[in-house]
């Protein structure tokens, strides 16, 4: 039930980084609970414990929850999106996403779409689609496309296409504050479709358009760890591109 959100302090996850999108994905008008995210998947990129060490850490946690001690929370931010018809002040569709909101193509035929930055036209798009996407985001289908790495303490919105028609379109990285509009172009012979983290999908037709900017509502993640400042947990985000990610891998 909707309303038992509001009587939950704190969720835990088991599993990998698609357990934690169906976990936040959860909480839709309200702030994400605090996150205990313990790595029992395939990749486990945004999991802070592994399964050895979660239930020491867990009660160690708990307990200064308990007493109302303070503990280290990362805010990952998320995008909310709003789909409106045109000439209708009220959106049809609106939900958040922790990772990417993503525009493809509904069919063979290259999908045109015009975006706008602030109220401004900002370029014409031609190709399979864009990704738009958080920093927690940007180590996910973003990177597959070409996309930035971005730290996942800043507060920015990457725009990355996917397969433009453009030798000169780049992805491009924006403050997270700047509000993004985007609609078919009327050149467009092929409609849209639009993905939540992998979760979430809806149509985008020629009468509609949407809204993409910062969310309220962001998932803060628990990176207490005993014995570990900022600057460490900054250290195991790198490891974690190397490890995981294999990040600048040599061949040899």
């Known amino acids: 039930m909707e309303e038992d959100q509001f009587k939950i302090n704190l969720a835990i996850t088991i599993g990998g980084d698609g357990t934690i999108l169906y976990a936040v994905q959860q909480f839709q008008n309200r ?3 605090p996150l ?3 790595a029992q998947g395939t990749l486990g990129f945004l999991c802070q414990y592994g399964i050895q060490e979660a239930p020491n850490e867990l009660k160690r946690i708990t307990n200064k929850i308990m007493v109302q001690k303070e503990i280290e929370v990362q805010q990952k931010m998320r995008l909310k999106l709003k789909l409106f018809n045109k000439q209708e002040e009220k959106p049809i569709e609106k939900f958040n996403v922790l990772n990417e909101i993503v525009i493809y193509r509904d069919g063979n035929q290259t999908m045109i779409l015009d975006l706008y930055l602030n109220n401004k036209f900002f370029t014409t798009v031609k190709g399979d689609g864009l990704i738009l996407n958080t920093p ?3 180590t996910a289908y973003a990177l597959s496309s070409g996309g930035s790495i971005i730290q996942p303490t800043l507060k920015a ?4 296409p996917i397969s433009p028609h453009s030798l000169s ?3 491009i990285v924006l403050s997270y504050d700047v ?3 985007i609609q078919l172009s009327k050149d467009s012979r092929v409609a849209g479709k639009i993905s939540g983290d992998g979760q979430k999908d809806i149509y985008l037709n020629h009468n509609q358009f949407i809204i993409l900017k910062i969310s309220n509502y962001s998932a803060p993640v628990i990176c207490d760890k005993e014995g570990q400042n900022q600057l460490q947990f900054f250290h195991s985000w790198m490891d974690k591109l190397k490890i995981l990610l294999k990040w ?4 040899a």
């Not at 919105?157 to 990355?160: A, D, G, P, Q, Y």
């Not at 600048?248 to 061949?251: D, E, G, P």
């Open 248 to 251: 600048n891998a040599n061949f």
């Open 136 to 138: 927690t985001g940007s």
């Open 169 to 171: 379109f780049r992805p």
């Open 36 to 38: 205990f995210t313990i």
């Open 157 to 160: 919105i990457s725009i990355v």
């Open 179 to 181: 509000e993004i509009k």
């Open 31 to 33: 702030q994400v609970p």
